[in-house]
């Protein structure tokens, strides 16, 4: 039977399963700041941290083999590809301020007059995580779960989903043996991997991340009146300019148009899933026109291939379901609708394109969002969590 939840935006909504977390959690993450140099400390990088610190914070755009970072120790790997300012994930965060700031666009990123942002926003998202992307897979290594999602803030969705596994003695044997892959197209907190560094440690769980870049701030939230829910907490921010020790190591250019963003605090990715809505296929004939100018007829082309009811697709009310594959060496690729709809598709025509991945991959569509939460049926305050239900759309089945 399903759980009727409503969240902290008041919304009531059914959901499949609810994983409480302790309320350390809720308290802890709204509005922290982590340095890098605490980062790396709590990491245990072993090397130059003000070399490393640099890289992290730089405008440079790496390669699959050649990551601007890595670290590798016992049970947990992490390469971030770019640095934190580089023209991808500027592009990203110009845009979010675009839309949140011009009246044209009431909706945000949602609004129907956003679609050719919307687009410019899609394909940096893809240019940041492009190089971990079109690698060869090797088919050989078969890791239990691959999770690829669009941001880690928190980290608690994927760690709510990976701690529902563990509660079965066989899936936790499973994940130890063959570890999980984690792909970020956007950011990945300073928080988030230093959780799933402990998670990793915790349960002996092998776990390798691979993030477009990182960020070390996030939202407080505003308090929800008559309880201790938060709206908008753990959303990607850019630290505040008196953080001056962090700034000195970011080159004067980039420093200048983060500052120009605003005064106040400025997103790093804005709403990720709005922003990753599909577009009609009548605004991206528009949006391709001048581009044709250029000979690319394919700009933004996961639009045209989109199954998922994510946005304004000519397919997304045909009816789709998941027919899980059968056999105990198949990976399971994760997404999380909404915000895993966009890496799906991007999965699609680059990591699950390639030949043999098909025949060791188990592709699992769910809707997992973190909450805080009251029980409908019982009026209590069941704290900060995820929720889980199944995804309404996915994909088709060949």
């Given at each position: 039977s399903t759980i009727p939840l409503r969240d902290e935006f008041g919304v009531d909504k059914d959901w499949d399963k609810f994983v409480q977390f302790p309320s350390e959690l809720g308290e802890l993450f709204p509005g922290s700041y982590v340095s890098p140099e605490l980062f790396l400390g709590r990491l245990g990088y072993p090397e130059d941290i003000k070399g490393a610190k640099k890289s992290i914070l730089s405008v440079n755009e790496g390669r699959a083999e050649d990551p601007t970072f890595s670290f590798s120790s016992d049970n947990f790997s992490v390469h971030i590809m770019n640095g934190m300012f580089n023209p991808h994930a500027l592009t990203m965060s110009r845009l979010a301020k675009e839309v949140s700031n011009d009246k044209e666009y009431p909706k945000g990123f949602a609004d129907d007059k956003a679609e050719p942002i919307r687009a410019q926003y899609q394909n940096a998202m893809l240019k940041n995580i492009a190089q971990e992307l079109k690698k060869p897979v090797d088919i050989t290594r078969k890791p239990a779960v691959r999770i690829h999602d669009d941001c880690s803030a928190s980290g608690d969705s994927i760690i709510g989903y990976l701690y529902d596994r563990v509660q079965d003695e066989g899936e936790l044997k499973k994940l130890q043996e063959r570890g999980v892959d984690i792909v970020i197209d956007g950011a990945a907190t300073a928080q988030s991997i230093l959780y799933f560094q402990a998670f990793a440690k915790a349960y002996n769980i092998p776990i390798d991340i691979t993030a477009g870049h990182m960020a070390f701030q996030l939202s407080p939230g505003e308090p929800v009146e008559g309880s201790s829910r938060l709206k908008h907490a753990n959303y990607?921010?850019?630290?505040?300019?008196?953080?001056?020790?962090?700034?000195?190591?970011?080159?004067?250019?980039?420093?200048?148009?983060?500052?120009?963003?605003?005064?106040?605090?400025?997103?790093?990715?804005?709403?990720?899933g709005e922003a990753e809505k599909g577009i009609s296929a009548q605004g991206m004939e528009k949006i391709r026109e001048p581009f044709k100018h250029e000979g690319i007829d394919n700009y933004c082309e996961w639009n045209d291939k989109r199954e998922d009811d994510h946005g304004n697709h000519p397919n997304s009310d045909k009816g789709i379901t998941i027919v899980p594959k059968v056999g105990e060496d198949t990976t399971d690729y994760v997404y999380f609708a909404r915000g895993g709809y966009l890496p799906y598709m991007l999965d699609l025509m680059n990591v699950l394109n390639q030949e043999g991945v098909n025949d060791t991959a188990n592709v699992v569509i769910i809707r997992l969002s973190r909450l805080t939460a009251v029980n409908l049926n019982t009026s209590t305050e069941l704290g900060y969590g995820a929720g889980f239900t199944k995804a309404s759309c996915v994909k088709y089945v060949s």
């Open positions: 990607l921010e850019y630290p505040p300019k008196s953080e001056t020790d962090f700034y000195k190591d970011v080159d004067p250019e980039s420093q200048a148009e983060i500052f120009n963003l605003g005064e106040t605090a400025v997103a790093v990715h804005g709403d990720m």
